[in-house]
C-alpha cells in the first residue's frame, strides 16, 4: 500500500496512530493485571502477558516511527525510513517468544486444573478490552490507507489478532464460570497459536522492506506511464522501486530526442518528477537522462 497523501499530513496521522497505540497497551496491560490477579485464569493471563508485550511492542513502533521521519542526514542519506522494519522484526521475535512460553505455561496448567475465582470482573474487563481494541484497529486501519506505514500494518496486524485473543479469553472465563475449567487452558493455546501465526506474517512483510522488495507491478506501471505522458519522453528503463520506511524510492531513466540541450532535457525531467510526486507525494525520485535508442543500440554491442 502507497502513501498518496501529503507527508506533512502522513507524518501527523503515523505520530498520532502511534501515540494511540501505546497509551491503549498501557491502559489494558494494567487492567488485565489486575483482573488476573483477582481470577486466577491462564486464558487471561495470556491475555495480558500479550497486552504487555503490546505496550513494549507499541513504545517501540512509536519510537521507530519518529525515528524513521526524521530527514536525511552525512550518515543517512537514503533517510532513516528502514527502522520501522526493524521495529517489526523486533515486534516479531517478542511475540514468537511470548507464544511459545505461554504455551509451555498452559499444558502445566492443563495437567493441574485450578478454580477461578472474581470471574465477573475478569468478563468486564475483556468486553472493556474488545471495544477499546475495536476502536483503536478502525484507526490504525485509516491511517494505514493514508500512509501505508509498515510499522502500522504490523500494529494494527497485531491488534487484530488482539481481537481474537480478547474474545477467546471472554469465551474461557464463561466457559469457566459453568464449572469448565479444563477449557482455560485449552483456550491459552489456541491465543498463543493464534498469536504465532501473526508473528509469521510480521516478519514476513518487514523482511521484504528490509530485502528491498520492489514495489507491486501496478505501482510500476504507473510511474511508467506518468513518464511516458510527457510529450517529450520517448522511453523509459531501468526503473527500479523499493519502500524505506514511509517514503517510496524511485529510479528511472527517460529517453529523450538526442538533439536536446541539456537544459532542455534537465527542464523535462524536472517535469516528470512533480508529476510522479503528483501521484505519490513525499516520494523520492531520481531520474536519469539518456538519448533515445540507447537501449536497442545496447542490445546489438
Excluded: C
Excluded at 164 to 181: D, E, Q
Excluded at 293 to 299: D, H, K, N, P, S
Amino acid at each position: 500500500m502507497i502513501s498518496q497523501v501529503p507527508a506533512e499530513k502522513r507524518d501527523r496521522l503515523l505520530r498520532r496512530a502511534t501515540a494511540a497505540s501505546a497509551a491503549l497497551a498501557i491502559a489494558l496491560a494494567a487492567g488485565k493485571a489486575a483482573a488476573w490477579s483477582l481470577t486466577g485464569s491462564i486464558a487471561l493471563l495470556a491475555s495480558l502477558v500479550d497486552s504487555v508485550l503490546d505496550a513494549g511492542a507499541s513504545l517501540l513502533t512509536a519510537f521507530a516511527v519518529r525515528y524513521s521521519l526524521k530527514p536525511p542526514d552525512a550518515e543517512h542519506r537514503f533517510g532513516h525510513g528502514k527502522s520501522e522494519a526493524l521495529a517489526g522484526l523486533a515486534q516479531a521475535t517478542l511475540i514468537g517468544a511470548s507464544a511459545t512460553f505461554l504455551i509451555v505455561y498452559a499444558v502445566r496448567r492443563f495437567a493441574d486444573p485450578q478454580p477461578l475465582s472474581a470471574i465477573p470482573v475478569g468478563i468486564g474487563m475483556m468486553l472493556a478490552s474488545i471495544a477499546a481494541t475495536s476502536a483503536l484497529v478502525l484507526y490504525q486501519r485509516h491511517v494505514l490507507r493514508a500512509t501505508g506505514s509498515n510499522a502500522i500494518r504490523a500494529d494494527a496486524l497485531h491488534y487484530v489478532s488482539d481481537l481474537a485473543t480478547n474474545v477467546a479469553t471472554l469465551a474461557a472465563l464463561w466457559l469457566a464460570s459453568r464449572g469448565m475449567n479444563r477449557l482455560d487452558p485449552i483456550f491459552a493455546v489456541a491465543i498463543a497459536l493464534s498469536t504465532l501465526y501473526g508473528a509469521v506474517h510480521i516478519a514476513r512483510d518487514t523482511l521484504r522492506v528490509l530485502m528491498d522488495r520492489e514495489l507491486p507491478p501496478e505501482v510500476q506501471e504507473r510511474i511508467r506511464t506518468i513518464a511516458l505522458a510527457h510529450g517529450d519522453v520517448k522511453g523509459v528503463h531501468d526503473l527500479r522501486t523499493r519502500m524505506s520506511g514511509p517514503t517510496m524510492l524511485i529510479q528511472l531513466h527517460l529517453e529523450m530526442d538526442g538533439e536536446l540541450q541539456l537544459s532542455d532535457a534537465h527542464r523535462i525531467s524536472d517535469e516528470v518528477e512533480r508529476a510522479i510526486l503528483a501521484v505519490y507525494p513525499g516520494s523520492d525520485v531520481v531520474i536519469h537522462e539518456d538519448p533515445a535508442g540507447i537501449v536497442e543500440q545496447r542490445q546489438f554491442e
